[in-house]
């Protein structure tokens, strides 16, 4: 049983470039979510979804965007990526949007040069 | 709001020692509340949670926690440290059933095992 995947484990791109973080999980999860890591201030939520085709932002979700086309997937896309999003993103899920634990993947280490 | 605060950034511990690791919150409600544990090149990893009732919560690998509401606070302990506990620990409080499981989490601790 896999749980969260997310790929690609390391990113390096230039300022400007666009990419899309992959986050799948196998646990037909309804609620995934996605935070970013940075040090000292603990997890920050980006955007989360509650049920395919629906999606909601978090407390940093400028430059950001999200889709949730299928129950499985929840793709992180920066546009246009810029130094300020160096980071470690993790993707959740949870069997549903009442409060429970979160099943967390390993993470995306994303640098912007 | 709801917020976490960590006051301990590092902590650094014997092996076989005790260890607690402070978690204050802020919240309006009754919190649910939980620890995560997060070694190096992973993902965070539940030790345990608090929901309601009982409040010294016990979780995995001899960790436990108490809740005490009178000083929004929820502590984290264990009685003898091993080397592999080494790792960053996060505490987050989650919103009313409303709002989705929209956790916020703490900064972190991280604790370091002497031999």
């Known amino acids: 049983n896999a749980g969260v995947t997310q790929t690609p484990k390391f990113q390096v791109l230039k300022t400007g470039q666009s990419m899309t973080l992959q986050c799948a999980q196998d646990?037909?999860?309804?609620?995934m979510s996605w935070y970013r890591q940075d040090p000292g201030m603990g997890l920050r939520l980006i955007h989360y979804s509650v049920g395919a085709g629906i999606t909601d932002q978090g407390e940093v979700p400028n430059g950001y965007n999200v889709s949730r086309s299928t129950t499985e997937d929840f793709p992180l896309r920066l546009l246009s990526a810029a130094p300020s999003q160096t980071s470690v993103y993790f993707c959740a899920s949870s069997p549903t949007e009442r409060p429970s634990p979160l099943h967390f993947g390993n993470g995306t280490r994303l640098t912007v040069t | 709001a709801q917020s976490v605060t960590q006051p301990d950034i590092h902590i650094t511990v014997s092996e076989g020692a005790s260890l607690e690791l402070r978690c204050n919150y802020s919240?309006?409600?009754?919190?649910?509340l939980f620890w995560y544990v997060q070694s190096p090149g992973q993902g965070l990893q539940l030790l345990l949670k608090?929901?309601?009732?009982?409040?010294l919560v016990q979780g995995i690998k001899g960790f436990e926690a108490e809740f005490k509401r009178s000083q929004s606070s929820f502590n984290l302990r264990k009685p003898s440290v091993h080397w592999s506990d080494a790792a960053e620990y996060f505490c987050?409080?989650?919103?009313?059933?409303?709002?989705?499981?929209?956790?916020?989490f703490g900064g972190g601790t991280r604790v370091l095992v002497k031999p």
């Open positions: 919240y309006g409600a009754t919190p649910y």
């Open positions: 646990m037909n999860h309804e609620y």
């Open positions: 987050a409080v989650g919103p009313p059933p409303a709002a989705g499981n929209k956790l916020t």
């Open positions: 608090y929901f309601s009732g009982d409040t």
